[in-house]
């Protein structure tokens, strides 16, 4: 049974072996049915997304035989939807602005010999969180960068006990605290991954997310942000991961994973994909 599902590449750099075979699990889960595969170009870094890369996405996808539902989502262009958003977390008091630097975010984890860990290392000490309402108006004013963070305790209150279902794990129950008061906005942007995705998911009526294995952890967060948004909820199905010889996950740096250099170097598309196909590993 078909549903609609969608491929949100980031153009920072060429599609790779890993790439292409996330593109056919959401082709394969949409039925081969262009009107049911979205295609999402996320494209809010600026500093690393370039036209040239989108390009390179929209001709090898095409090349490996994909079609997808026009017209094509851009992330740069959705900005003021995703403050709009933010202002939503705002009103719900689940969110603060953070000031700290990178430096100041190290050095407080290195005087806690016992600071809490995440699926992505060290969680934020929560700094800004314990200002009080004077101060942060106070650096607000001064013109001081900050970025908005969710303050997960009062996001857990709010929402109460939640889960989200997983095709391959089946029922997952919440926990809040596993990333601790994650970036919402960035200070650059006004967004971020997490809340972009998050909206975009629900403005295109996506059904079933297809993604990485490495993005599991991330829909504790996505799940927290749907309910505190009152969007609806899909279902996930992140599959497994194509690594190199290491066994590290495939990156963009990856130039001789490109879907491109297959090409280049004679494969056919029904080549790259049986490839693709066969190789994850996890």
């Known amino acids: 049974m078909s549903a609609r599902t969608r491929f949100a590449p980031s153009p920072s750099g060429l599609l790779h072996l890993g790439h292409a075979y996330s593109a056919l699990v ?5 039925g081969r049915n262009r009107e049911q595969f979205i295609l999402r170009i996320e494209d809010i870094d600026s500093t690393r997304c370039r036209a040239e890369f989108e390009d390179a996405i929209y001709e090898d996808l095409n090349w490996l035989g994909l079609q997808w539902c026009l017209p094509v989502m851009r992330q740069s262009e959705r900005l003021a939807t995703y ?3 933010l202002e939503k977390l705002q009103s719900h008091d689940v969110v603060y602005p953070c000031f700290c630097t990178r430096r100041d975010i190290q050095e407080e984890i290195a005087r806690s010999a016992n600071a809490p860990h995440g699926p992505d290392g060290a969680l934020y000490p929560g700094i800004c969180r314990a200002l009080t309402k004077a101060e942060r108006n106070a650096r607000l004013q001064s013109g001081e ?3 908005w963070r969710l303050d997960a305790s009062a996001a ?5 006990p939640l889960q989200w279902t997983d095709q391959r794990r089946g029922s997952i129950d919440v926990d809040s605290a596993l990333f601790g008061d994650v970036v919402i906005a960035r200070k650059d942007i006004g967004t971020s991954y997490h809340l972009a995705v998050v909206i975009d998911d629900a403005a295109q009526s996506i059904e079933l997310i297809t ?3 490495d993005l599991f952890h991330a829909t504790h967060v996505h ?8 969007l609806p909820v899909p279902t996930w199905h992140h599959h497994a991961l194509i690594t190199d010889e290491s066994g590290e996950r495939l990156a963009k740096r990856s130039d001789a994973r490109a879907v491109r250099a297959y ?3 004679g494969m056919t598309p029904e080549q790259v994909a049986q490839l693709a ?3 994850p590993t996890c």
């Open 26 to 30: 959401a082709w394969d889960a949409a």
């Open 83 to 85: 403050a709009a958003g």
């Open 145 to 147: 960068p900050y970025a």
């Open 156 to 160: 857990a209150a709010r929402t109460g």
């Open 211 to 213: 993604r990485g294995e």
């Open 223 to 230: 799940r927290i942000l749907q309910e505190l948004l009152g």
């Open 263 to 265: 090409r280049d170097a």
């Open 277 to 279: 196909q066969r190789s």
